[in-house]
């Protein structure tokens, strides 16, 4: 049996977790066209007849700015401990600059088999995918190169196929049924999250969390949390439409989720530079 884990590593918004969620064949993580989506390491695993493959997604890098974004930074940094491998995710519809550059530098002085994946060749001519294969296999001594959409599923099982090879004979780290880390309210923080994020632009995202008050076997409660009453009456909307709205796209993924039908009431509350304050963050396990 071949067992190990995985690091995904790449700026941030380049598709590392909808990439991880096609390798594992559902849904592990959330994601959205906003930066900063992903703030904590999520593993996300895949499983096959003979191998079990531990993918950590994690933040993308970034230059901290307060609390949460240091926290997730050291993530980033304790996520490449251990690891079989790595999985350098780039874009293959952005220039690869200095950014990309910056993480090349780290992955590839680990001393660990780095693995390209140029996501987002879907409706791209092939001319442009292979002048960006060649930019991309400059940025250092990698192992292999694979071209992918994550959103089509172009390329997927050979990359899949790809990790699973750098993988050692090894254990079951998790159980077989089992398909992420996160626990139930983790998870369902998240899906709520991610329906906020796909609903508010600006300042709004960032500012956002979400914290489980209540969960029974049919009632489920929680707080979305924000910084300022201006960010509040957004994410509130004209007459609780918005955050009607949030709810509505959450639920039936939560149902799914839990295998059960769930009442579920959303709150917004203010809880000022809550990104700043280290017992907030610890709280919610950022």
């Known amino acids: 049996m071949r067992s190990g884990f995985v690091a995904v590593a790449g700026r941030p918004n380049v598709g590392k977790s909808t990439l991880v969620n096609a390798l594992c064949g559902r849904k592990v993580a959330i994601v959205s066209d906003k930066p900063q989506t992903t703030r904590r390491r999520i593993f996300g695993i895949a499983n096959g007849d003979d191998y079990q493959l531990v993918l950590a997604d994690l933040p993308g890098f970034q230059r901290p700015l307060d609390a949460l974004t240091e926290r997730m930074q050291r993530t980033v940094d304790a996520g490449f401990e251990d690891v079989e491998g790595i999985l350098f995710v780039l874009s293959a519809r952005e220039r690869i600059g200095a950014g990309d550059r910056f993480i090349a530098q780290r992955v590839y002085s680990l001393g660990v088999p780095v693995v390209i994946a140029l996501n987002k060749v879907d409706r791209l001519k092939a001319g442009h995918i292979a002048q960006q294969m060649t930019a991309a296999a400059q940025l250092g001594d990698f192992h292999a190169i694979h071209p992918v959409s994550a959103k089509t599923g172009d390329g997927i099982g050979e990359l899949r196929d790809e990790l699973v090879g750098l993988l050692g004979e090894g254990p079951l780290y998790f159980p077989v049924e089992q398909a992420t880390d996160l626990t139930e309210e983790m998870q369902i923080s998240e899906l709520i999250r991610e329906k906020a994020l796909w609903l508010t632009r600006d300042e709004v995202p ?81």
Do not use: C
């Open 206 to 286: 960032h500012a956002i969390s979400v914290e489980i008050e209540e969960m029974t076997d049919k009632v489920l409660r929680a707080h979305l949390l924000v910084e300022t009453e201006s960010q509040k009456q957004i994410l509130v909307g004209k007459g609780g439409a918005m955050i009607k709205q949030i709810g509505t796209r959450a639920r039936p993924e939560i149902e799914a989720l839990l295998g059960r039908t769930v009442y579920l009431e959303l709150m917004v509350k203010v809880r000022p530079h809550w990104r700043r304050n280290e017992a907030t963050l610890e709280r919610l396990g950022l």
